[in-house]
């Protein structure tokens, strides 16, 4: 019986030592993880990256300087009895954004809103992009038409493409009219 007691407190210290040794593992480790991270967060800070990361995040969810601008075409859109479905967004190399919605969900009506650091920057874009830099457009194809407006460095575009290529278009010419006349 003694030596059974014995046994297991030798047992007990060594599992005792092992789960020791393991918490301080952990702490150590979980230590050098979060100064990693600490360290990490700290360079972003210095070389601007946290603040741009930051600005993109702000502007793809449609905050910021164009905010304004996103809130306005949604309220219109709404108004009309139009929902703005699957926002996605993508930044370009030269400070632009581009938004891209669906009308009440259908991929078959596509509506971009291309807001470009200056006019001359949009008027290249558009041009490289829609072999058009004009302020109003419409390309038309077999597959569907596309409908251009722009003003200043905002372009709004609307994709139509299957047999209801009319369906949406005088609602949103009128958003976009609406929406452009607001810019300065």
Same mark, same amino acid.
């Given at each position: 019986m003694w030596f059974a007691r014995k046994g297991r407190s030798l047992v007990g210290k060594t599992m005792k030592s092992v789960l020791v040794s393991g918490v301080l593992i952990t702490s150590v480790w979980s230590l050098v993880a979060c100064s990693a991270s600490s360290i990490e967060q700290e360079r972003k800070v210095y070389t601007r990256e946290a603040t741009d990361e930051g600005n993109v995040r702000a502007q793809s969810q449609g905050h910021g300087l164009n905010g304004e601008l996103v809130s306005e075409i949604s309220?219109?859109?709404?108004?009309? $009895?139009?929902?703005? *479905? %699957? %926002? *996605?967004?993508?930044? &370009? &190399? +030269? /400070?632009?954004?581009?938004? *891209?919605?669906?009308? %009440? /969900?259908? $991929?078959?009506h596509i509506v971009?809103? +291309?807001?470009?650091? &200056?006019?001359? !920057?949009?008027?290249a874009s558009m041009k490289e992009m829609y072999s058009e830099n004009r302020d109003e457009a419409v390309l038309e %194809?077999?597959? $569907?038409? !596309?409908t251009i407006r722009s003003k200043g460095y905002v372009s709004l575009v609307y994709t139509a493409s299957g047999g209801e290529k009319d369906k949406y278009e005088q609602d949103v010419m009128q958003v976009f009219q609406h929406v452009l006349g607001q810019l300065r």
């Amino acid at each position: 019986m003694w030596f059974a007691r014995k046994g297991r407190s030798l047992v007990g210290k060594t599992m005792k030592s092992v789960l020791v040794s393991g918490v301080l593992i952990t702490s150590v480790w979980s230590l050098v993880a979060c100064s990693a991270s600490s360290i990490e967060q700290e360079r972003k800070v210095y070389t601007r990256e946290a603040t741009d990361e930051g600005n993109v995040r702000a502007q793809s969810q449609g905050h910021g300087l164009n905010g304004e601008l996103v809130s306005e075409i949604s309220k219109s859109f709404e108004a009309k $009895g139009i929902q703005l *479905m %699957n %926002n *996605m967004s993508a930044v &370009d &190399d +030269h /400070g632009g954004i581009s938004y *891209m919605y669906l009308l %009440n /969900g259908s $991929g078959r009506h596509i509506v971009k809103v +291309h807001i470009f650091s &200056d006019a001359t !920057t949009r008027a290249a874009s558009m041009k490289e992009m829609y072999s058009e830099n004009r302020d109003e457009a419409v390309l038309e %194809n077999a597959l $569907g038409r !596309t409908t251009i407006r722009s003003k200043g460095y905002v372009s709004l575009v609307y994709t139509a493409s299957g047999g209801e290529k009319d369906k949406y278009e005088q609602d949103v010419m009128q958003v976009f009219q609406h929406v452009l006349g607001q810019l300065r």
